[in-house]
């Protein structure tokens, strides 16, 4: 679902926006991304780690790093060429630079340092693979440590503002620093702090102030985009919140995302297996594929642009562009499925 959200919001002014999260609080997809990321690398590679050691885990982590850093530079590729062609939008894609300076470019671009417009998440993500082993290697020997650690990187950025070099912004738009947390309490909620955290979201107060914070992010970004609601915020909380700094991932974002994450344990049957319907295993599908889905979105979230700008930008074009896009998501990720089952190998995870 995160995919789907991840594509129609990388479409400028599309209305459809109004179906995913970040119109609706303080966070959006991308939290998601980050979180469900950390959970998936503990399952497969704290799997791993139990029945085949480390140098396995290590090897895996070196491997799945190296493929995200391969697709980047592929969608980059095809992004630049896609770009090209069209040649009206490269402000759009922050993808003149790269055409006036391609010599330095491709040489940031090989640095992780560079990143056309919706690309720049790939990067922060080779380098959590990268570092998962030393995660793992923490959280196996003492989760608290691991989160404290963790938690004390990310005061560095809210602080001193630490960063990842990039050019020519000075910081990629996806802090590793910052976003590492999310990354590592999804992997401790897939490993030893699954039931400590299950006891502490069973918790009456812990719900209530979930409601309460989820309830307040609500109206503030009902405000964002609608005057019936600014009369409601006060300007001692705009001067308190803003500016909500999404690269170093603002407290008030990950506060929310995780207030979300307990609601909806309460919503979800801990034991609620069904056979997937046709809407559930199309996400699976998504799901399973991830990372070349999320490559075609980038693309397809593009050309969808350029239509939008080309030909209409009314409702039923956007409706229209908007379910094509996700229709061809799902195919993509079927065919790829399809070939993986027929290689006998197992869908990788993001």
């Known amino acids: 679902m995160a995919l789907w959200f991840v594509f129609i919001d990388h479409i400028p002014g599309n209305v459809f926006d109004w179906l995913t999260l970040r119109n609706y609080g303080f966070s959006d997809a991308s939290e998601v991304f980050v979180f469900v990321s950390g959970y998936t690398c503990m399952v497969s590679y704290g799997g791993a780690l139990r029945s085949q050691g480390w140098p396995t885990v ?46 330095t470019a491709l040489l940031r671009l090989l640095a992780l340092q560079y990143a056309p417009v919706n690309t720049d998440i790939l990067p922060t993500f080779v380098l959590l693979h990268l570092a998962f082993p030393i995660v793992l290697w923490l959280i196996a020997r003492n989760a608290a440590i691991a989160l404290a650690a963790s938690f004390m990187l990310y005061l560095m950025v809210q602080l001193y503002s630490w960063h990842w070099p990039a050019w020519p912004t ?18 401790c909620s897939a490993g030893p702090c699954a039931e400590k955290f299950a006891t502490i979201l069973q918790r009456r107060v812990t719900i209530s102030l979930a409601a309460a914070y ?32 999404k690269s170093h991932l603002d407290p008030v974002r990950i506060i929310h995302f995780l207030a979300i994450v307990a609601l909806l344990t309460r919503i979800v049957p801990p034991d609620g297996r069904r ?48 379910a094509l896009g996700i229709a061809l998501m799902v195919a993509v990720a079927n065919i790829l499925t399809w070939e993986a089952k027929l290689d006998r190998r197992a869908p990788a995870l993001f």
Do not use: H
């Not at 493929?67 to 590729?77: D, N, Q, R």
């Not at 998504?286 to 490559?295: D, H, K, R, T, W």
């Not at 979230?301 to 080309?310: A, D, E, G, P």
């Open 58 to 103: 290590i090897a895996r982590s070196l491997r799945r790093s190296f493929e995200i850093y391969a697709a980047f530079l592929l969608l980059v590729i095809v992004y630049l060429g896609l770009a090209w062609l069209t040649s009206s939008y490269l402000d759009e894609t922050n993808t003149r630079r790269f055409f006036d300076n391609p010599g």
């Open 214 to 245: 989820v309830l307040f992010s609500l109206v503030i970004a009902l405000s964002w985009r609608l005057d019936a609601f600014k009369w409601l915020i006060p300007q001692m909380i705009e001067d308190w919140l803003y500016p909500i700094y």
């Open 275 to 322: 056979s997937p319907g046709l809407w559930t295993t199309a996400l699976i599908r998504c799901g399973e594929n991830s990372l070349p889905i999320f490559c075609f979105s980038v693309l397809a979230s593009f050309m969808t642009f350029v239509i939008l700008n080309r030909v209409s930008d009314g409702l039923p074009m956007q409706a229209a562009v908007t």
């Open 170 to 187: 000075g910081e990629l738009y996806f802090n590793p620093f910052a976003w590492q947390i999310l990354f590592v309490i999804g992997a």
